[in-house]
T-cell receptor, first 115, second 117 residues
Framework: QQQVKQSPQSLIVQKGGISIINCAYE??????FPWYQQFPGKGPALLIA?????SEKKEGRFTISFNKSAKQFSLHIMDSQPGDSATYFC??????????????FGEGTQLTVNP | NAGVTQTPKFRVLKTGQSMTLLCAQD?????MYWYRQDPGMGLRLIHY???????AKGEVPDGYNVSRLKKQNFLLGLESAAPSQTSVYFC????????????????FGPGTRLTVL
């Protein structure tokens, strides 16, 4: 049972446009929401993360918007560039450290930014 | 500092064969994880370890075993491979320290692409 739902599955954006990827979660016992970026043939790498006590976090062109009441969070990529073309995964971490700080991942979104 | 390394990078097995995937990290991390990645399903946790000598089941543990005899190594074993285990396998590690931001970061290896015929 997927506890973190991600959409869309794929996204095509023109260079300079805004890319938006959405995630929704069911478990209220999550306390950390990261986004990972994965290039072909590579392992995922942390892009940006947020805790549920803030509604927005921005790092350069990347912004996470978090809606605790709706149990949703989204990644916005401003001024999207061809180099941003990758697969993006949202994730959520359980509060209990006895669970090994496990991450539950969304299904992934393949982003293509056309030049 | 190599980070997280995985061997082998590619492997083709026949149904019923066994193999072991090796993950090594040089960051002195306490926590280590094994995931499998399949199209449209994201990353699913197979097994994890919170320290040397400890292991625990994740979301999809059936058909896999693990061992963490040394802190820096985490082995994933397939005793009798099945076509359903065709996947890309990723190992990750994380520091035990708690905190905000990147302190919760999991560092991933480059992956092992396994095909079971």
């Amino acid at each position: 049972q997927q506890q973190v739902k991600q959409s869309p599955q794929s996204l095509i954006v023109q260079k300079g446009g805004i890319s938006i990827i959405n995630c929704a979660y069911e478990n209220t016992a999550f306390d950390y929401f990261p986004w990972y970026q994965q290039f072909p043939g590579k392992g995922p790498a942390l892009l940006i993360a947020i805790r549920p006590d803030v509604s927005e976090k921005k790092e350069g062109r990347f912004t996470i918007s978090f809606n605790k009441s709706a149990k949703q969070f989204s990644l916005h990529i401003m001024d999207s560039q061809p180099g941003d073309s990758a697969t993006y995964f949202c994730a959520a971490k359980g509060k209990r450290e006895t669970s090994g700080s496990r991450l539950t991942f969304g299904e992934g979104t393949q982003l293509t930014v056309n030049p | 500092n190599a980070g997280v390394t995985q061997t082998p990078k590619f492997r083709v097995l026949k149904t019923g064969q066994s193999m072991t995937l090796l993950c090594a990290q040089d960051m002195n991390h306490e926590y280590m994880y094994w995931y499998r990645q399949d199209p449209g399903m994201g990353l699913r946790l197979i097994h994890y370890s919170v320290g040397e000598g400890t292991t625990a089941k994740g979301e999809v543990p059936d058909g896999y075993n693990v061992s963490r005899l040394k802190k820096q190594n985490f082995l994933l074993g397939l005793e009798s491979a099945a076509p359903s285990q065709t996947s890309v396998y990723f190992c990750a590690s994380r520091d035990k320290l708690l905190g905000a931001g990147r302190y919760n970061e999991q560092f991933f290896g480059p992956g092992t692409r396994l095909t079971v015929l």
